[in-house]
Structures are given as structure tokens and as C-alpha cells.
């Protein structure tokens, strides 16, 4: 069973930076792509950044130029740093892998952009 794990939530002031991480309990390369979406109190999940096993990164138009989707395959971990933090950027920030014809989900991760 795979298993991914968020961390690095945390509350910050708008036009601050945050990193989040999520680890995999198998090598990320065994999945055909990673990513991050979030949901927002009252509104729908959104993909906000995925990363293919052959690289390629795709970026949700209100993150594009702020955050960044990377991977370290020694740790089998996926980051999302995320700069100039928009109040609007608060959600609950959640992990995905694709693998095969399954996809799977972490538990999330609370980030609060607020003065």
C-alpha cells in the first residue's frame, strides 16, 4: 500500500515562502506522475503542480512563477515551494501519485496565508 506523507503547512504573512514536502514509502519513480492540489473552505480541489516520471512540470495559472514542483529521488520526497504567498493561496494542500490505473492520496496539509 502506498503511502504519502504532507508536511510543512504552517501559517504565514502574505508575500512570505513556504515548502511543503510529501513522502513516499517507495521510490517515487515507481509512480507515473506526482503532484499537489488544495481545497479552499467552500470550494472544489484544484491542481496547483505535477511533476511526470519523465520530468515535466505543469503549473496552475494563479502559481505559475510563484511556486515550483521538485523531487529528490534519495529521499523518495516531492516539494512544492511556494513564494510570494497570496492570501488566496490558503487551503488545505494535498499530495498525489499516479501509478498505473490507481491514484493516491495523503492526509493534507493546513497552509494559512494571512497579516
Known amino acids: 500500500q502506498v503511502q504519502l506523507v504532507e508536511s510543512g503547512g504552517d501559517l504565514v504573512q502574505p508575500g512570505q515562502s513556504l515548502r511543503l514536502s510529501c513522502a513516499a514509502s517507495?521510490?517515487?519513480?515507481?509512480?507515473?506522475?506526482m503532484g499537489w492540489s488544495r481545497q479552499a473552505p467552500g470550494k472544489q480541489r484544484e491542481l496547483v503542480a505535477r511533476?511526470?516520471?519523465?520530468?515535466?512540470?505543469n503549473y496552475a495559472d494563479s502559481v505559475k512563477g510563484r511556486f515550483t514542483i521538485s523531487r529528490d529521488k534519495s529521499k523518495n520526497t516531492v516539494y512544492l515551494q511556494m513564494n510570494s504567498l497570496k492570501p488566496e493561496d490558503t487551503a488545505v494542500y494535498y499530495c498525489?501519485?499516479?501509478?498505473?490505473?490507481?491514484?493516491?492520496w495523503g492526509q493534507g496539509t493546513q497552509v494559512t496565508v494571512s497579516s
Open positions: 517507495q521510490t517515487i519513480f515507481s509512480f507515473n506522475a
Open positions: 498525489y501519485a499516479d501509478q498505473a490505473n490507481k491514484q493516491y
Open positions: 511533476i511526470t516520471y519523465g520530468g515535466t512540470t
